[in-house]
């Protein structure tokens, strides 16, 4: 059975910077890409950022350009979301993800179960 862990979450003031990290096992999925996908109260769950599976090309939504990168580890299972100058829009509950595509086309294999993170002064 595929588990994806999440960890990493918080609360934190606008500006500060946190790092999610997502476990996943067993490596029955390891050449597919991740993603990071979040979800805020009465709106939909969007990919905030994907990466392929050799970490060689990277999607982000234009809202977290430049403030967000993604990164994997394929020697450990782990996929990271270093998330930078946050701000209250950021507040959300954060899902890995295996996907088809680092962009998001084609399918969401598996989700994890989440992660929250608050941004408030």
């Known amino acids: 059975q595929v588990q994806l862990q999440e960890s990493g979450g918080g609360l934190v003031q606008p500006g500060d910077s946190l790092r999610l990290s997502c476990a996943v096992s067993?490596?029955?999925?390891?050449?597919?890409?991740r993603g990071w996908f979040r979800q805020a109260p009465g709106k939909d769950r969007d990919l905030v950022a994907g990466?392929?599976?050799?970490?060689?090309?990277?999607y982000y939504a234009d809202a977290v350009k430049g403030r967000f990168t993604i990164s994997r580890d394929n020697a450990e299972n782990m996929v990271y979301l270093l998330m930078n100058d946050l701000k209250p829009d950021d507040s959300a509950i954060y899902y890995c993800?295996?996907?088809?595509?680092?962009?998001?086309?084609?399918?969401?294999?598996?989700w994890g179960q989440g992660t929250q993170v608050t941004v408030s002064s």
């Open positions: 993800a295996i996907l088809d595509y680092y962009d998001g086309a084609g399918k969401v294999h598996h």
């Open positions: 067993p490596r029955t999925y390891n050449t597919y890409a």
């Open positions: 990466i392929s599976w050799r970490g060689g090309s990277t």
